[in-house]
Every structure is written in structure tokens, then in C-alpha cells.
T-cell receptor, first 114, second 114 residues
């Protein structure tokens, strides 16, 4: 396994711009999660996909946030009209039935909104 | 609602000393419990997990944790800390009933003195 891959690792954007993050899960993992982590806090759940279906979304995921997993493999998380409060690390994780209930995280994508 | 509490925000120990990081959870059924470690700017790495069976579980890097149902606790321990163990440690429970999400504590930052 090559692990969960996230791109870009760092993104600095101006307020009001749109940003997109990509996540490639571990091969064969059909479950994919997005989390957000701010400084000094634990990861907070954003959304969950099983294959291509988005089965759960947090109330934290405002209308400016959208996530997709079109073919059940990689996923994208887009933030429209970014605000300074969106500055955080966005973590992707994946799992599959064979891994029990263990989720494996990527290295994260840091977003700074200036 | 399900929750995870890590009472200690910061812990400082001397290299070679023993370590215990506390984790308490609130969950009605038998939980799936995890400990992850995070180095600065990095993603989360799984240390160990508890699903069922033996309440003392062994993990990587010499860590172990004990599940105590009566105390709703899952404390992480290491008999002798190394300088490389300095990092942030997160306890998590999930997936919780009626949802796919994993809930994380706010973390304990470990500092190791030489």
C-alpha cells in the first residue's frame, strides 16, 4: 500500500478565492473520510463516502464546501469563496471492510487564507 | 452524544521515564477505540486499537493501552519514553451508533526532556 495521498500539501489563497484538495485513498479502500483540524484541536468530521455515495455530511460542511468521489476512487474537497476561518488542515482518511473499523490518514493539506 | 475527553492538554516527562496519557469516552455500547500520534505538520499515525477481547492491547513503538469499561477509559502507556516520542496524541472512538464518523479528543501534547 502506498498510503493515503493528499494534494496539495500546502495552499495559500486570498479570501474569496476557491480552492480544491484532492485525496487518493489506499488502493481497494472503498470508504473515504474528510476531516478538518485547526491548531490545538482534534480532527473534526466533515463527510464520509462509501464508494461514490456521500452517506454523511457534518453540519460543519457549509454550502461553500462540496466534496465528490465520482468513480469511487479519488475524492475532491472544494471550498468556494474562502474565508479566514477556513484556514486549517484538511485531512483525508480511508478504510475498507477488511481493515475492520480502522481508518488510515493522509499527511493532510494545509490551507491558509489571507 | 458520544464524546472523547483527554484531560491533559500538555504533559512533560523526562526521557526514560514512564508515560500515561488519559482518555475517557462517553458511548452507550462497546466502543471501538483508537490512539493516534501526530508529529507537527503531519497526518495521524495509528498507534493501536481496541475492538473486543483482551482489554490490554499492544501497539507500535512500544505503546500499550488498557480498556476499562467500568471507568470508560482507554489510557495509553509506555514504560520508557524516548525523545522521538514527543508529538501530539489523539484518542478516538468510532464509528459511533447511527453515524459513520469517528470522534476525536482534543489531544495531549507530549514534551520529552533530555
Amino acid at each position: 500500500d502506498t498510503g493515503v495521498s493528499q494534494d496539495p500539501r500546502h495552499k495559500i489563497t486570498k479570501r474569496g478565492q476557491n480552492v480544491t484538495f484532492r485525496c487518493d485513498p489506499i488502493s481497494e479502500h472503498n470508504r473515504l473520510y474528510w476531516y478538518r483540524q485547526t491548531l490545538g484541536q482534534g480532527p473534526e468530521f466533515l463527510t464520509y463516502f462509501q464508494n461514490e455515495a456521500q452517506l454523511e455530511k457534518s453540519r460543519l460542511l457549509s454550502d461553500r464546501f462540496s466534496a465528490e468521489r465520482p468513480k469511487g476512487s479519488f475524492s475532491t474537497l472544494e471550498i468556494q469563496r474562502t474565508e479566514q476561518g477556513d484556514s486549517a488542515m484538511y485531512l483525508c482518511a480511508s478504510s475498507h471492510l477488511g481493515s475492520g473499523n480502522t481508518i488510515y490518514f493522509g499527511e493532510g493539506s494545509w490551507l491558509t487564507v489571507v | 452524544a458520544q464524546s472523547v475527553t483527554q484531560p491533559d492538554i500538555h504533559i512533560t516527562v523526562s526521557e526514560g521515564a514512564s508515560l500515561e496519557l488519559r482518555c475517557n469516552y462517553s458511548y452507550g455500547a462497546t466502543p471501538y477505540l483508537f490512539w493516534y500520534v501526530q508529529s507537527p505538520g503531519q497526518g495521524l499515525q495509528l498507534l493501536l486499537k481496541y475492538f473486543s477481547g483482551d482489554t490490554l492491547v499492544q501497539g507500535i513503538k512500544g505503546f500499550e493501552a488498557e480498556f476499562k469499561r467500568s471507568q470508560s477509559s482507554f489510557n495509553l502507556r509506555k514504560p520508557s519514553v524516548h525523545w522521538s516520542d514527543a508529538a501530539e496524541y489523539f484518542c478516538a472512538v468510532g464509528p459511533t451508533s447511527g453515524t459513520y464518523k469517528y470522534i476525536f479528543g482534543t489531544g495531549t501534547r507530549l514534551k520529552v526532556l533530555a
